[in-house]
């Protein structure tokens, strides 16, 4: 009798043993998770005030820079007219501070821009935007680059309407359009398309280019990375001048990020690049009834 009281004694008192190490291991494992979930909390908030704090710095230095880089390539370009005609070596020496002036002046711009755009709160004029209006406008201030491109177009006519800010989006087909351009030789081709479902617009911008370096799709996206120009080509200018600053796909995520979207890029089958602008597409507004030859709603 003694010995089985003294053995239930004994299990009760192991059970109780083993039970109090499994939660002194579970609250160890628990406060492990804690410490690092508040490791890393406090690793993100401090990632996001250095970048709050970067893009602070960016957009006060570019700002003040603006100005003197202005006034510089202006004086530069007036060297010529001031006086006598100037000796051709000092003449190609003033049109390189003009060049190399407007070309910082346009990183200023674009890093201004960017740190905004990356801003909590950034500030979007938002307006009901046809696409096919949109592209238009983006290859009427491109015209002139695109001269020797073949152009191609896939835009259905029955797409739906964009709720976006119309002097940004230009600005991401400009974008995408300059980054072709910059990427394809004399009569490359350049595709510009469109499809919606599902809730979403997709607008593509393709060419026949060198294409993007694999497993990279993602990280030209970033500050001041460019992908590889075509053998043999130098780097083409922009619309603005310059030979690209490396901002401006960043541009194009910020201001994607802005209105809820966001941007891909891949490598097509048969050589070059795609680059594909997702935006959620909103209820649509009611449009106005189409009008008969009279000019009356039919």
Do not use: K, Y
Not at 104 to 109: Q, S, V, Y
């Amino acid at each position: 009798m003694a010995s089985d009281t003294a053995l239930r004694i004994f299990a009760v008192l192991l059970a109780v043993a083993l039970t109090t190490a499994e939660l002194a291991a579970r609250l160890r494992r628990e406060r492990d998770t804690a410490e690092a979930r508040a490791e890393e909390a406090a690793q993100a908030r401090l990632a996001a005030e250095s970048e709050r704090l970067r893009n602070t710095l960016l957009a006060s230095l570019s700002h003040d820079l603006r100005t003197p880089l202005t006034a510089l390539a202006g004086l530069a370009e007036s060297l010529p007219l001031a006086g006598p005609p100037l000796p051709p070596a000092q003449a190609e020496l003033a049109e390189a501070i003009r060049t190399e002036a407007l070309r910082t002046h346009t990183l200023a711009r674009d890093l201004l821009d960017l740190a905004r755009l990356q801003s909590e709160t950034p500030r979007l004029a938002l307006d009901w935007l046809a696409v096919d209006e949109l592209v238009g406008s983006a290859l009427q201030a491109r015209a002139h680059a695109l001269r020797e491109r073949a152009l191609t177009f896939d835009l259905p006519e029955d797409l739906p309407l964009l709720r976006a800010d119309a002097v940004l989006m230009e600005r991401v087909v400009c974008n995408l359009i300059d980054n072709a351009i910059a990427h394809t030789t004399a009569r490359g081709q350049i595709v510009l398309s469109a499809q919606s479902g599902a809730g979403w617009l997709c607008v593509s911008v393709c060419d026949d280019g060198c294409g993007l370096p694999p497993g990279r799709e993602q990280a030209i996206f970033e500050r001041f990375v460019r992908a590889p120009h075509p053998p043999g080509a130098a780097a083409a200018p922009t619309a603005t001048g310059d030979a690209g600053t490396g901002l401006g796909l960043a541009i194009v995520q910020a201001i994607m990020a802005a209105h809820g979207g966001h941007v891909s890029a891949r490598n097509r089958a048969g050589g070059g690049a795609c680059f594909v602008l997702h935006l959620p597409l909103p209820p649509q507004p009611e449009r106005p009834p189409p009008e008969d030859n009279g000019g009356e709603p039919s």
